[in-house]
T-cell receptor, first 113, second 108 residues
Framework: NAGVTQTPKFQVLKTGQSMTLQCAQD?????MSWYRQDPGMGLRLIHY???????DQGEVPNGYNVSRSTTEDFPLRLLSAAPSQTSVYFC????????????FGSGTRLTVV | GQQVMQIPQYQHVQEGEDFTTYCNSS?????IQWYKQRPGGHPVFLIQ?????EVKKQKRLTFQFGEAKKNSSLHITATQTTDVGTYFC????????FGQGTILTVHP
């Protein structure tokens, strides 16, 4: 059991570039989420999914796209990177939102210059 | 939607002192989850509370859910340097959202 795997761990982008942050889990979890963490701002929900083919927006979705074609994978796409998207990104998954905690990946530290 | 506010934002204690962080909501919550994030690490699930007035303990950590299910607290007795980190409360209702977190530093 690898848990939640995020790649890459570090990334530097130039303004305007696009990229995809990868997230994969091997626990057969239905629920998956993406968060960004900025100093003093806590963990803010970007997008989430309650199952394959189903996604919805969180608190700060602008500038990001997601899709969920399989239960295992939940990639986060930055369409045109901006310096304001410099942050640490965490992917998390759970069997259920009601009675189970979420398992987090180790994060991707993204810098946009 | 269900939202939570967490206080204080920072707490500095001497090793051996107690520590408490509070989580509050204006609406009745389905549940409260607590997470710990060590410096440079990722959040790790500690516990979930779902019942009104529920109290759970994990060694030196005591978690409470208010009678009205609108507030919760995490209390650490006799802090140790290993308790350093950020403690988050969150609520899950179709999605998991968090309070701002409390950053705990422990001076030896």
């Amino acid at each position: 059991n690898a848990g939640v795997t995020q790649t890459p761990k570090f990334q530097v982008l130039k303004t305007g570039q696009s990229m995809t942050l990868q997230c994969a889990q091997d626990m057969n979890h239905e629920y998956m989420s993406w968060y960004r963490q900025d100093p003093g701002m806590g963990l803010r929900l970007i997008h989430y999914s309650v199952g394959a083919g189903i996604t919805d927006q969180g608190e700060v979705p602008n500038g990001y796209n997601v899709s969920r074609s399989t239960t295992e994978d939940f990639p986060l796409r930055l369409l045109s990177a901006a310096p304001s998207q410099t942050s640490v990104y965490f992917c998390a998954s759970s069997y259920s939102t009601q009675n189970y905690g979420y398992t987090f990946g180790s994060g991707t530290r993204l810098t946009v210059v | 939607g269900q939202q939570v506010m967490q206080i204080p934002q920072y707490q500095h204690v001497q090793e051996g002192e107690d520590f408490t962080t509070y989580c509050n909501s204006s609406t009745t919550l389905s549940n409260i989850q607590w997470y710990k994030q060590r410096p440079g690490g990722h959040p790790v699930f500690l516990i979930q509370l779902v019942k009104s007035g529920e109290v759970k303990k994990q060694k030196r950590l005591t978690f409470q859910f208010g009678e009205a299910k609108k507030n919760s607290s995490l209390h650490i007795t006799a802090t140790q340097t290993t308790d350093v980190g950020t403690y988050f409360c969150g609520t899950s209702y179709g999605k998991l959202t968090f309070g701002q977190g409390t950053i705990l530093t422990v001076h030896p």
